[in-house]
Nanobody, 115 residues
Framework: VQLVESGGGLVQPGGSLTLSCAAS????????MRWHRQTPGKERELVAV????????NYPDSVKDRFTISRDNGKNTVLLQMNRLKPEDTAVYYC?????????WGQGTQVTVSS
């Protein structure tokens, strides 16, 4: 299993970024996918989940109505569109999958929201 995130960077408050996670090594179209984030000294936080078909998504209140998760099962890719970014969204963002009971993580991509 391999998960490779990209798309992070520095953005001003109120701006937007789209993160991408390229997946391989498992049946992507049959798997729920998740995005998490982590800041130093804090536990990793779930920010979005999408079902295998893409017809179910869920978000915590902290990002609801600002973040949108989507997937392309033909390209084995899951996206996280982040709008109206806030300084508190600054974190390393990871995509994640559970495959045969084992949790896999990508290497993460840094998002910094600052003026």
């Amino acid at each position: 299993v391999q998960l490779v995130e990209s798309g992070g960077g520095l953005v001003q408050p109120g701006g937007s970024l789209t993160l991408s996670c390229a997946a391989s090594g498992f049946t992507f179209s049959g798997s729920f996918m998740r995005w998490h984030r982590q800041t130093p000294g804090k536990e990793r936080e779930l920010v979005a989940v999408i079902s295998s078909s893409g017809d179910y998504t869920n978000y915590p209140d902290s990002v609801k109505d600002r973040f949108t998760i989507s997937r392309d099962n033909g390209k084995n890719t899951v996206l996280l569109q982040m709008n109206r970014l806030k300084p508190e969204d600054t974190a390393v963002y990871y995509c994640n999958v559970v495959n045969f009971g084992r949790i896999y993580w990508g290497q993460g991509t840094q998002v910094t929201v600052s003026s």
